[in-house]
């Protein structure tokens, strides 16, 4: 049996329309095919497909075909679907899109995965070896998660991406951010591996780094402790997402140094209190604990990336002259600066259409740089305007040159060069958004 996995781009919209490379300092890949493939029974002929950098030969004899969608590539994957049922090629649509909108899915697919693979994928690929494949298949997202298999990052063309080593310890946040598609699809249980089997992983790896694929590992605090711990011998470096009060924890933060770890991206989301933020709720201003944060990962050599978003409800036109100041005080080593998203399958989605908000439904345009809702107190026009002036003002030359030599005496050399990549590769998509508005197109 012959298995295409595939993953759609989300800018290409047409099934032959040529597509600038993005750059590699942006790409690693997501886990979600790779674990597909590996759960995948003997026998079988795997390929995984990474549209955004190869094109797609129809034309190729397979015997099913699997596609992983989130909400901005979900119309693209569509297509693809389309191309290969016409066909004759049985198509499977899952990922995070897939469970949020399963119906939509279901008529663009002859099955569809609703939530985790382990406990979907071995039952579907059995029914369909049998001729009895089903229109759903819906996990508990509730396995354990020990005894998992390896992903297969074998199947991936490793020169595409800055690198092809995705480890996952936990999958979960305990947290209530409204927006946030991954707790309300997913719930917020955190399960944990066995610290043992993500140790082997991990040695096992090619190369020097990887990147800890967890949403966040400013939870479960022992665990990740232990995990810290047990990786320090291995001497690898890497990079993950947690949360600023991670930085509160001064065993915690040595752990993580002395385990390898050089980078974090932090969501700091805003610096003021926020509807559906969980660290809303209070009146002061946070930015005091995220500038002590902050400090505390570059004294012990870990860059931060933070994370900022604009177009919460209380967010007013001050909101982003102060939101870039502190972005240049804060010494973060790279920002990532979005417009909010009200995803399919969110409490924000699904308070936003209660209250008439939702202006945006081609899945196409639910990406980060464009404005899917009314907000409450600014323009949709002033809302882009003045995001696309942070980004632009945070990417000046001189200020990625200063932060590339304010980092030269924390960081290491390959971390260092990756952050400047990371910063110019913002600063093109800046510009690139900047051109689209000259040119008239709506961003």
């Not at 099913?64 to 049985?90: C, D, F, H, M």
């Not at 001497?235 to 509160?248: C, D, E, F, M, Q």
Request: proline share 7%.
């Amino acid at each position: 049996m012959d298995i295409r996995l595939i993953y759609p781009s989300g800018r290409r919209f047409d099934t032959g329309a040529p597509l600038k490379k993005q750059a590699k300092a942006h790409r690693y890949p997501g886990m979600g095919l790779t674990m597909v493939a590996a759960l995948t029974p003997p026998g079988a002929a795997i390929a995984i497909v990474d549209d955004e950098r190869e094109p797609i030969d129809y034309d190729r004899p397979a015997d099913l075909v699997g596609i992983s969608i989130l909400t901005p590539n979900a119309r693209r994957g569509y297509q693809i679907a389309r191309e290969y049922r016409k066909r004759g090629v049985p198509v499977v649509l899952g990922g995070i899109h897939a469970t949020a909108c399963p119906e939509e899915a279901a008529g663009e697919a002859d099955a569809v995965v609703i939530g985790e693979a382990e406990d979907t994928w071995p039952r579907l690929v059995k029914d369909f070896e049998a001729g009895r494949l089903q229109k759903t298949y819906r996990s508990t997202n509730d396995l354990p998660l020990a005894g998992q298999p390896v992903p297969r990052r074998d199947l991936l063309r490793k020169n595409e991406y800055i690198t092809v080593n995705t480890v996952q310890a936990t999958r979960g946040c305990p947290f209530n951010c409204e927006f946030c598609s991954m707790v309300a699809l997913m719930g917020h249980k955190t399960r944990c591996r066995p610290v043992e089997e993500v140790v082997e992983e991990v040695r096992g790896l090619d190369g020097p780094a990887f990147v800890l694929n967890d949403d966040n590992v400013s939870q479960e605090n022992d665990y990740f402790k232990e995990l810290f711990e047990r990786l320090i011998p291995l001497r690898k470096l890497w990079v993950g997402n947690a949360s600023w009060n991670v930085s509160r924890d001064a065993e915690m933060m040595d752990l993580m140094a002395r385990s390898g770890c050089t980078g974090v991206f932090v969501g700091f989301e805003s610096i003021e209190p926020q509807t559906g933020l969980i660290k809303g709720g209070k009146s002061e201003s946070r930015t005091p604990l995220y500038l002590e944060a902050v400090q505390r990962f570059h004294a012990r050599g870990i860059g931060v990336i933070g994370g900022f978003i604009f177009g919460f409800d209380n967010d007013d036109e001050s909101i982003f002259a102060r939101t870039l100041a502190f972005a240049v005080a804060s010494r973060v080593d790279a920002a990532q600066i979005n417009i909010l998203v009200p995803y399919p399958g969110t409490p924000l989605r699904e308070r936003l259409e209660r209250e008439g908000r939702i202006v945006e439904r081609d899945w196409n345009r639910y990406v980060t740089s464009h404005v899917c809702f009314e907000p409450r107190k600014l323009s949709r026009e002033a809302l882009f305007e003045n995001y696309l002036r942070v980004r632009e003002g945070f990417s000046a030359y001189p200020r990625i040159a200063s932060r590339f030599l304010r980092g030269v005496p924390y960081s290491r050399p390959r971390p260092l060069f990756i952050s400047l990549a990371v910063n110019l590769a913002f600063r093109r998509g800046a510009r690139i958004l900047r051109k689209k508005v000259k040119d008239g197109v709506k961003p």
